[in-house]
């Protein structure tokens, strides 16, 4: 993905149907992505969904995919609409900050910084 | 492999959960050194492809978008426990990938503003653009080799900041020193729930 060399590029253009946007509902860089159970044995998967399907067994963030297949985050939001498209996982649904972060997750997160 | 009695996905959703802090400030000022120092892993860095018409385009209408630039996004990982992930997301430095922050701040506990005293401008488009959006944030001085040990009360009036606004004086590549800008952020976030 750097320099002038078009062939990564192209390359992501085949991963994604040239598209820029995932499918559907939007998600953010860090909604938890998980496989759907059952559905990793599908045999016609492109290598990166299988990563996708074998790295979210367990709940992983969209940005931690991105970095497991080494790819743009835009480019992993794509394959990821798709894969939830065809059902084979399921993406978290954006929520409002007040939903997510309450007081105990705040006092988790600073007992958590601390004993680092 | 599979585990029988988990209902697909929403139960481990419902427990997962993923933070985001951002690291803001102008190039050059320690972003990324910033979320190397704390993250457990290395910072992971991908590039994001923007298109001309990468911002509030019709998402279903398959138009193939013409893909014009990069925009190299830095981020780091620290796991609080089991289902409980902090990421720090370093800021794209320049000023036309704005509209990037409006989705890296959606959700987001709070920022860390990130000075240079020899260069205080650079930091102010980050300080206006968190104060306009409500977004709790900590201004950490990076204290450079060398570089004097700057009065907070100088830098304070220089941003005009709100009284209330933390600032600390810190070194990025002093694990410790993250952990207390961290630290100092998650506190005055709270206070705000």
Known sequence: MTGED?????????????????????????????????SFETAELIPEHRTVL???RTPTPVADVAAHLELPLNITRVILGDLRREGLISIERPRPVAQTIDERIYREVLHGLRSL | MDYAASEPGATAVASALAIKILIAGGFGVGKTTMVGTISEIRPLHTEELLSERS?????????ESKITTTVALDFGRITIRDGLWLYLFGTPGQDRFWFMWDELALGALGAVVLADTRRLDDCFPAVDYFEQRGVPFVVAVNCFDGARRYDPAKVRRALALNEKIPIVLCDVRERASVKEVLTTLVTYAVKGV
């Open chain 1, 54 to 56: 074998s790295v979210c």
């Open chain 2, 55 to 63: 911002v509030g385009v019709d998402d279903t209408s398959g138009v």
């Open chain 1, 6 to 38: 078009p062939g990564p590029l192209l390359r992501l253009f085949g991963l994604t149907g040239g598209r820029a946007r995932p499918q559907g509902e939007s998600f953010d860089l860090v909604a938890i992505v998980t496989t759907v159970s059952g």
